[in-house]
């Protein structure tokens, strides 16, 4: 079975400054990987997906994200975040009807 | 442009009350699921449904029933509610194929079972 692992719950980052979320992914076969955005009270929102091709894919609002298929890692990138960025980001993984989640990382921009 | 409906958005529930939270979708989307949202658990799939009279159980299945009578509705019914079901609850459609698989996603319904 296929399994997503978040590994940082929190992550403060002071405005303007670069930040990255680290996705880990384990699955036998190929899948698809997402990263998703949650603001307060909101459902999800789509922030970019991996389905094949080029491993660096860029999303909305300035985030991009790196398919490393040796490392089995999807991480997040941005190169300067806002105070708007602030949300709740999880990381996903789809194959075969199943979509799994990983435990979500709070990412809080500070001024 | 509605997406994906969800309602009630907010519910509190006696523990053995039953209810249906109701879940509409205007996309076309063959599939749709419905999750829980815990704090620091992320997303744990209850049940999915491929298409209109196909449903599949997740990961966390047990106190829930589902039934999809059409491609539009996707219902998800709790019999004999207890505090462990108080969560957030969330609707998605997808259209797998042709480049894409990612899930949309209602706005939640908040449920607290006292």
């Known amino acids: 079975a296929q399994s997503v692992t978040q590994l940082d719950s929190q992550v403060p980052v002071f405005e303007e400054a670069p930040v990255e979320l680290r996705c880990n992914y384990s699955?036998?076969?190929?899948?698809?990987l997402f990263w998703y955005v949650q603001y307060p009270n909101q459902g999800l929102q789509l922030l970019l997906k991996y389905l094949s091709g080029s491993t660096l894919v860029k999303g909305i609002n300035g985030f991009e994200a790196e398919f490393n298929k040796s490392q089995t890692s999807f991480h997040l990138r941005k190169p300067s975040v806002h105070i708007s960025d602030t949300a709740e980001y999880f990381c996903?993984?789809?194959?075969?009807?199943?979509?799994?989640f990983g435990a979500g990382t709070r990412l809080t921009v500070k001024p | 442009n509605a997406g994906v409906t969800q309602t009630p958005k907010f519910r509190i529930l006696k523990i053995g009350q039953s209810m249906t939270l109701q879940c509409a979708q205007d996309m076309n989307h063959n599939y749709m699921y419905w999750y829980r949202q815990d704090p620091g658990m992320g997303l744990k799939l209850i049940y999915y449904?491929?298409?209109?009279?196909?449903?599949d159980k997740g990961e966390v299945p047990n106190g829930y029933n589902v039934s999809r009578s059409t491609t539009e509705d996707f219902p998800l019914r709790l019999e004999l509610a207890a505090p462990s079901q108080t969560s957030v609850y969330f609707c998605a459609s997808s259209l797998p194929g042709q480049g894409r698989a990612e899930a949309f996603f209602g706005q939640g319904t908040r449920l607290t079972v006292v």
């Open positions: 449904s491929v298409g209109a009279g196909i449903t």
């Open positions: 996903a993984s789809y194959n075969n009807n199943d979509m799994r």
């Open positions: 699955s036998s076969v190929s899948v698809y």
